[in-house]
T-cell receptor, first 116, second 109 residues
Framework: ETGVTQTPRHLVMGMTNKKSLKCEQHLGHNAMYWYKQSAKKPLELMFVYNFKEQTENNSVPSRFSPECPNSSHLFLHLHTLQPEDSALYLC???????????????FGAGTRLSVL | GQNIDQPTEMTATEGAIVQINCTYQTSGFNGLFWYQQHAGEAPTFLSYNVLDGLEEKGRFSSFLSRSKGYSYLLLKELQMKDSASYLCAVMDSNYQLIWGAGTKLIIKP
């Protein structure tokens, strides 16, 4: 148990569907992150929220829409995805996004997404 | 550009020692992290280096040379459960983690 829970663990969707991924952290952290992990590629940072405010959007297509209603919850809304969006989507949290102290990110187990 | 390089795959024998190397070129440096990720599971934090030298944690040690842009993770007394991917990441000047593609470590009996 890492303190970061993601649901669902697996998701299969068609290109015209709309779905949402959910992430919840029980660690009292103030920053939350969405990453995309594709086979044999580095983790790609998608979005960062710090104290519920979005501070990073790394040129992610608009078919991915994040939502952070509070510091404990993070959503990724998906619509009209493409097959190349199939990947493992990881959520992480950390105490801060900028700090002189060690700012360790804690990850959820991810949602394995397949777009047909 | 920013780049983290680590071997794609390594194989080692149970009970032996293995060293996983990581070289980096980033805009700024605020520390280097190693994570372990078992198949289908969350990446979990292993170690953090911000100063040159060796940090030891039980069977795992991590080394950093900032002047060489180089780190390694040393795993001793390998166990079958150590079979996993090991991810190297550097925190850049914007406090963002730049990740390597990971090293898949296979442990054989």
């Amino acid at each position: 148990e890492t303190g970061v829970t993601q649901t669902p663990r697996h998701l299969v969707m068609g290109m015209t569907n709309k779905k949402s991924l959910k992430c919840e952290q029980h660690l009292g952290h103030n920053a939350m992150y969405w990453y995309k992990q594709s086979a044999k590629k580095p983790l790609e940072l998608m979005f960062v929220y710090n104290f519920k405010e979005q501070t990073e959007n790394n040129s992610v297509p608009s078919r991915f829409s994040p939502e952070c209603p509070n510091s404990s919850h993070l959503f990724l809304h998906l619509h009209t995805l493409q097959p190349e969006d199939s990947a493992l989507y990881l959520c992480a949290s950390s105490p801060f996004t900028e700090a002189l102290e060690v700012n360790i990110q804690y990850f959820g187990a991810g949602t394995r997404l397949s777009v047909l | 550009g920013q780049n983290i390089d680590q071997p794609t795959e390594m194989t080692a024998t149970e009970g032996a020692i293995v060293q996983i190397n990581c070289t980096y070129q980033t805009s700024g440096f605020n520390g280097l992290f190693w994570y372990q990720q078992h198949a289908g599971e969350a990446p979990t934090f292993l170690s953090y280096n911000v100063l040159d030298g060796l940090e030891e944690k039980g069977r795992f040690s991590s080394f950093l040379s900032r002047s060489k842009g180089y780190s390694y993770l040393l795993l001793k007394e390998l166990q079958m459960k150590d079979s996993a991917s090991y991810l190297c990441a550097v925190m850049d000047s914007n406090y963002q983690l730049i990740w390597g593609a990971g090293t898949k470590l296979i442990i054989k009996p």
